[in-house]
């Protein structure tokens, strides 16, 4: 290398520095945004970790001094490896390791806006498509028997409501399905414990409930499947989720919204005391009308009486009405117990007809027809199957070589390899074959070789039949 071309030879601490220099001076104030890793807090509470993307990643720290804890944003949030963030911070270096890093001033989750934004588009596409319109909500019933609350069953929610119920109206039944109402399995529960209450009797209310949270915390309440099964339930559904101010796609899609969870339940029952003294008002109003009617009455029999000219010839009217409408009820009830006899037997007759004994005895009587018509069609088929057997008997036994043989021929077999012999050339003088007749066998040796069909056997053996 030659040295007489260099301007300046710089120490490697001299060349940190100016880098140092140089990224504080270009990258003043940036922002950047990435995943949390090798999330580190040591004793001297400040926090250090790797901010990095799908192509990269750059060391990041976050002194203590802006924060009361270190790791604790202002919202409220904990820095955990693997969560996305969007950062404010300065670009240094880090002369002694020649490394750069980010010091963070500001923090926050990424994502706030994004879920913002899909919930005002699935609001709006719901509402295109008219499952917020008023005329498909139903109605409250007004001393619903049974109430259906789908929440977490741990937490101030379930205590309000039942506290609520309690003074209100205590006799109501309270049916609990316990589902998680954050996290990412809180959706499918939610939307499965709607489901089950469907199919649950007496259940005439369901009062969805959480409390209050961030949008995240809010998230299940705010998909999709949550609002359908929301507005495929055939029983009108209450939603109290998250405080006054939080609004969710499930209080769009509800029959009902209500503020708090405790408005929900106050909104589903009515107060026990409240109509109780309305009754005892009804019953006050109905016996100071009953008192004016009965003094209305008497004033007007006084003066039918001081009208009245001839008791007896009232008497004698009274008496004759009184036998024309006793003939009269006689002749309706002959005639209504004849009409009610009439419709006895013909009930009689039905009843018979649809009498399971002669319902029984019909399939008896079809269940044996059955039988004979498989009987008498089991044994054509056995028939059929012996006929075609007796023929495939026939014709193998003609095919047979028994039957050959039966005609006078034979099977010369070469020993010991028990080769047919089909030809004079397949042995030799002096070996031995064995001969099968129809009737036994013949074990000879060759002792002259003719090129014809007659063979020379100088001495035979007979076996048994085979």
């Known amino acids: 290398m030659d040295k007489g071309n260099l301007k300046e030879i710089l120490s490697v601490s001299s060349l940190n520095d100016r880098i140092k220099a ?8 940036v922002w950047v945004e990435g995943e ?10 400040h926090v250090y970790f790797t901010l990095k993307d799908a192509k990269s990643q750059i060391r990041a720290v976050i002194f203590r001094t802006p924060f009361s804890r270190a790791g604790i944003q202002p919202s409220g949030f904990e820095l955990e490896d693997g969560m996305s963030i969007v950062c404010r911070a300065r670009l240094t270096a880090y002369p002694p390791r020649g490394e750069y890093q980010l ?11 994004a879920l913002q934004k899909a919930f005002e588009q699935l609001k709006a596409r719901l509402e295109a498509e008219g499952l917020f319109d008023p005329s498909r909500k139903k109605s409250l019933p007004f001393l619903p ?19 609520v119920t309690g003074r209100r109206f205590p006799s109501v039944d309270i049916l609990i399905v316990p589902v998680r109402v954050q996290g990412t399995e809180a959706a ?16 005439d209310v369901i009062i969805l409930a959480r409390g209050g949270g961030s949008l995240e915390d809010l ?13 495929r339930s055939r029983i009108p559904v209450v939603s109290a989720i998250g405080h006054e101010t939080d609004f969710t796609i499930a209080d769009f899609t509800a029959d009902l919204r209500a503020a708090t969870p405790s408005a929900a339940a106050e909104l589903t029952v009515p107060n026990r005391a409240d109509l109780m003294e309305t009754l005892q008002s009804l019953r006050s109003r109905m016996n100071r009308c009953l008192r004016q009617e009965t003094r209305r009455l008497g004033e007007r029999i006084a003066n039918l009486s001081q009208r009245l000219r001839n008791p007896k010839r009232r008497l004698a009217d009274i008496r004759i009405a009184l036998d024309d409408n006793t003939e009269r009820m006689r002749t309706t009830l002959t005639r209504l117990a004849a009409v009610r006899r009439h419709q006895l037997i013909n009930l009689i007759v039905r009843l018979e007809n649809r009498n399971p004994r002669t319902r029984i005895v019909q399939w008896f009587e079809k269940i044996e027809g059955l039988r004979k ?34 005609r006078g021929y034979s099977i010369t077999r070469r020993l010991p390899d028990g080769l047919i012999l089909r030809n004079t050339g397949e042995v030799l003088t002096g070996q031995e074959v064995d001969i099968r007749l129809s009737a036994g066998h013949l074990q000879a040796t060759i002792t002259d070789i003719r090129h014809d069909v007659i063979m020379t056997v100088s001495r035979y053996k007979e076996q048994g039949k085979g």
């Open 145 to 163: 028997s049974r109430i259906g609350i789908v929440t977490s069953p741990s937490g101030a929610v379930i205590r309000d409501i039942l506290t």
């Open 36 to 45: 949390v890793s090798n999330l580190r807090r040591p004793a001297s509470g």
């Open 103 to 113: 010091i963070i001033d500001a923090i926050e989750p990424k994502g706030l806006g």
């Open 22 to 29: 140089l990224l504080e001076e270009g990258f003043a104030l």
């Open 373 to 406: 018509e498989l009987q008498a069609a089991q044994e054509s088929r056995g028939l059929q199957r012996k006929n075609r057997v007796r023929s495939s008997m026939a014709l193998l036994d003609s095919l047979s070589p028994l039957s050959i043989l039966k």
């Open 188 to 203: 499918a529960e939610i939307i499965q414990a709607l489901g089950d209450l469907q199919c649950v009797q007496g259940v």
């Open 219 to 231: 998230a299940p309440f705010n998909t999709e499947d949550v609002a359908r099964a929301i507005a």
